[in-house]
């Protein structure tokens, strides 16, 4: 089967699922495992994605106003790879191409029954069913009920650590930095699997923005940044337009010294198998003396 995966969440799936060597084409994000890296590259922003996080959020933004895709296709290349598979999204418009793009690129083909899967996860329970949708799309359902299996182990034991701990902190993630965004979706459900509360995100539910009010107010005790597809390096950059503002002195997190920085575009913004990863970095964070996976250095560090 010849597969073409159009967002990084969904190239780990199918890699989890054991199903790397049929992957044929991914887009210019898919990164992990190592391997895809090599595979032909089917889309591309169409928007300068360098500088701040305000200069992004307003070209963004703009672009949204007048209906202009941020990614785009690479149709003739699409078709030219021949797939039995595409794997795509209908979440988030800004977070990769979505099923309008890839529906619009193969309108027009004719004599070949292509099948597009398209994921929509805003909860842990959504990523199991994506992983299931996927599984079944490429005849590996068994793998799929290994994969889950796997994944709800890990959450368990975790689970079973925290739900007698005598302390929760209350953490605020922030997914965005200029202007202020609440992690939300699966993040929320992460954070109380782990031992944490949060104030500001809604499990199940899009990132809401916010303002130094809402965070004042959410009191955290610990801050996490986790902005979507930065890494460690380019999280710490990104950082300077919270951490300069008189309010943050303000939070108890910054007096108590629990502020983080997160690998967001390796853990936190992939809905797929890497989340478990993610809520293991959460329980590091949050209970240090109860958790040591390992994870800090690559997926976290303090501020």
């Known amino acids: 089967m010849r597969v073409i995966s159009l967002i990084p969440s969904a190239t780990e799936i199918v890699a989890a699922l054991g199903c790397a060597d049929q992957l044929v084409g ?19 922003p169409r928007l300068d ?20 895709a941020v990614y785009e296709v690479d149709a003739e290349l699409l078709e030219a790879l021949d797939p039995d598979v595409i794997i795509t999204q209908s979440q988030c418009e800004i977070c990769a191409v979505s099923l309008k793009d890839v529906e619009a690129a193969v309108c027009d083909w004719t004599g070949k029954n ?22 079944a799309a490429l005849n590996v359902e068994t793998a799929g009920e290994g994969l889950i299996k796997n994944m709800k182990g890990r959450i368990s034991a975790i689970q079973e650590k925290t739900k007698n ?29 782990a031992g944490g509360q949060d104030p500001l995100g809604k499990a199940g539910e899009h990132s809401p923005w916010m303002g130094w009010d809402e965070l004042l107010e959410a009191k955290p005790d610990v801050v996490a940044f986790m902005p979507c597809g930065y890494d460690l390096t380019r999280t710490k950059s990104e950082t300077d ?45 949050l209970h240090p003396e109860t958790f040591q996976f390992g994870h800090e250095g690559k997926g976290w560090r303090p501020l």
Not at 165 to 192: D, F, K, S
């Open 165 to 193: 701990l005598p302390t929760h902190p209350r953490i605020a993630c922030i997914e965005w930095t200029e202007p202020m965004m609440a992690a939300g979706n699966w993040v929320p459900e992460m954070v109380a699997i």
């Open 241 to 285: 337009s919270v951490v300069n503002e008189p309010q943050w002195q303000e939070l108890p997190a910054v007096k108590q010294g629990r502020t983080y920085i997160t690998n967001g575009s390796d853990f936190f913004n992939r809905p797929g198998p890497r989340l478990i990863e993610s809520l293991e970095i959460l329980a590091e964070i």
């Open 114 to 135: 292509v099948q597009i899967v398209s994921l929509e996860p805003m909860s842990l329970n959504d990523v199991f069913e994506d992983i299931k949708r996927v599984a």
């Open 26 to 44: 991914r887009s210019h994000e898919c990164d992990f495992p190592e391997s895809v890296k090599k595979l032909p590259i089917c889309t591309a």
């Open 49 to 68: 994605l360098s500088g701040s996080s305000a200069d992004i959020d307003k070209r963004v933004k703009d672009a949204l106003k007048t209906a202009i």
